[in-house]
């Protein structure tokens, strides 16, 4: 769900489980997407990008799935870890535009 | 680690203080840019510096001014800040300016936590 005020959305895993997070985008002609992890305390961290001409790319442990039809990006984390415990960013861009950035979800990793 | 580095990581300042805030990366990269962060909210940007000259100010207060002496470094200058400018400054880097049709993703330093009192 949205975030609403301070409250950010919140997934919570058990370790070795795999993790689903999701990202509504808002303009139909952005052309490039970026996930970013940010631990507390940290900048956010470069994960995983995708062009629009791709529906999926994999890195080690992500899977970046965008289905343009209906706006939507996800990130697939295989076998969940309690190091991945962050709030993960989904950022598009648009033509010439800067890049906007999600409101972002906290992934909470129980062992 | 990452490659982008930011000092100092903690700040506190009064509100007739004047201070800045350092970046340095050495990836090459030829954009650099200023964001800041609330709590719980996600990066706002401020400033990009494209080649070393600035492209993009999204209606900052005077009270921050950016600086790139290089193309390795990037500075904010802050005078006669307010309270409500606590936050996360975070300074990031791309190999490729926004405004080009190649695209490249940016790399964030961990920031400077700045409180104003």
């Known amino acids: 769900g949205e975030s609403v005020g301070l409250h950010l959305p919140t997934l919570s895993v058990q370790e070795g489980d795999n993790s689903i997070i999701n990202c509504a985008y808002s303009n139909s002609a952005s052309d490039y997407f970026i996930w970013y992890k940010q631990e507390s305390g940290k900048g956010p961290q470069f994960i995983i990008d995708?062009?629009?001409?791709?529906d999926k790319r994999q890195g080690q442990r992500v899977t970046v799935l965008l289905n343009k039809t209906v706006k939507h990006l996800s990130l697939q984390i295989a076998a969940t870890q309690p190091g991945d415990s962050a709030v993960y960013f989904c950022?598009?861009?648009?033509?010439?535009?800067?890049?906007?950035f999600g409101t972002g979800t906290r992934l909470l990793v129980s062992p | 680690d990452t490659e982008v580095t930011q000092t100092p990581k903690h700040l506190v300042m009064g509100m007739t203080n004047k201070k800045s805030l350092k970046c340095e990366q050495h990836?090459?990269?030829?954009?650099m840019y200023w964001y800041k962060q609330k709590a719980k909210k996600p990066p706002e940007l401020m400033f990009v510096?494209?080649?070393?000259?600035?492209?993009i100010n999204e209606s900052v207060p005077s009270r921050f001014s950016p600086e790139c002496p290089n193309s390795s470094l990037l500075n904010l200058h802050l005078h006669a800040l307010q309270p409500e400018d606590s936050a996360l400054y975070l300074c990031?880097?791309?190999?490729?300016?926004?405004?080009?049709?190649?695209?490249?993703?940016?790399?964030f330093g961990n920031g400077t936590r700045l409180t104003v009192t």
């Open positions: 990836m090459g990269h030829r954009a």
């Open positions: 990031a880097s791309s190999q490729v300016p926004p405004g080009r049709v190649e695209r490249s993703p940016l790399h």
């Open positions: 510096y494209s080649y070393e000259k600035l492209s």
């Open positions: 950022a598009e861009k648009t033509g010439f535009q800067k890049l906007v």
């Open positions: 995708i062009r629009s001409n791709m």
